[in-house]
Every structure is written in C-alpha cells, then in structure tokens.
C-alpha cells in the first residue's frame, strides 16, 4: 500500500505537465454536403468536442479529439444527422514562453449517422493545421486553422454531393 501512495504522489505532478484534457469547439466554414438544383445544405455553424494532448519532448506532442457537429439536407422535408470525427494529430510546437505557434498533422475518421441518401457512412481524411497555443497559470487556449481533405464522398447523387474539403476556426480549452 505504502508503494502505490509513494507512485501516485510521485507520478501525479508528472502527469499534470504530461497530459492536457479539455473541449475544443469552433466553426466550420463549409458543410460536408453541397446541395444544388431542389436540394439546399442544412447543417449547424458550430463543432464541439473533447481533447486530449500528450506533450512530448522537443517540442512535439500527439492529439486526439473528438469532434461533433449536425450536418444534413432539404428536399422536400429535412433531413439531418450528427457527424462526429476523430483526429489524431501529431503536433510541433515552436519555442516560446506565453504563446507558441504550432503546427499539427495527421489523420481524420468521420462517421455520418443514418440520413436518407447516405451511400458511406465512413470517411478517412488528411488533417493539417495551425495556431497559437497560450500557457497561461491554470489552463491552455488553442486557437486554430485546421483543414481536412476527405478520402471519399459520403453523398454521390446528382443534385447532392460531398465536400471534400473542410476547413475550420477551432479553439481549445485545456487544464
């Protein structure tokens, strides 16, 4: 018992400074639906989600999200679902002291929940990205650029196709 008290003090101020968690949230600023003809594009101005960092040494580090957001169609009725994606992102942070710059890549998986005319549910995408990360006492802002080109299109109709790229303002809240 003694040990496993010895670790945990040991280990905690460690962990602090080794793993951030928090919520990013944003705005996307295209769908991933193009509508045209009788169709019209029908989706949420926002994106929110969980975040998880490791910070690594040399500046670099690795992050997971998991990000939601309603995405959908008119024709006739509407039609609506959730999209929720999964970034892992390896991540640079350059030098700094209050605010670093940084740039991230990796990979998306994108599921779209059941919506008439959905053909592939999953996606698998390319996801680059930029920002500023500020360290302030208590909690870490991430601000963010992040563009995501998709591997397939979900929506292959003639008046209803899929975007394929995406971009996004998105900021993060760690602790």
């Known amino acids: 018992m003694r040990p496993l008290l010895i670790a945990i003090f040991v280990c905690a101020p460690l962990s602090a400074q080794l793993i951030n968690w928090g919520v990013k949230g944003g705005v996307p600023f295209n769908d991933a639906v193009k509508a ?37 169609y ?34 998306a998986f994108r599921h779209i929940g059941d919506i008439p005319l959905l053909q592939d549910a999953n996606s698998k995408g390319l996801v680059f990205g930029a920002g500023f990360r500020y360290d302030l006492k208590l909690i870490k802002i991430s601000p963010e650029l992040r563009y995501t080109r998709w591997g397939n299109e979900p929506f292959s109709y003639t008046d209803l196709k899929s975007a394929r790229n995406q971009m996004e303002f998105l900021i993060g809240i760690t602790f």
């Open 36 to 72: 045209a003809g009788t169709f019209s594009s029908n989706f949420s101005r926002w994106t929110v989600g969980p975040v998880v960092e490791v910070n690594l040494p040399a500046g670099l580090g690795l992050e997971f999200d998991a990000l939601y957001r309603r995405t959908g």
């Open 74 to 107: 008119t024709f006739a009725s509407t039609n609506n679902s959730g999209s929720i994606e999964f970034p892992l992102l390896v991540k640079y942070k350059f030098p700094g002291t209050l605010a670093r710059m940084y740039v991230d890549g990796g990979f």
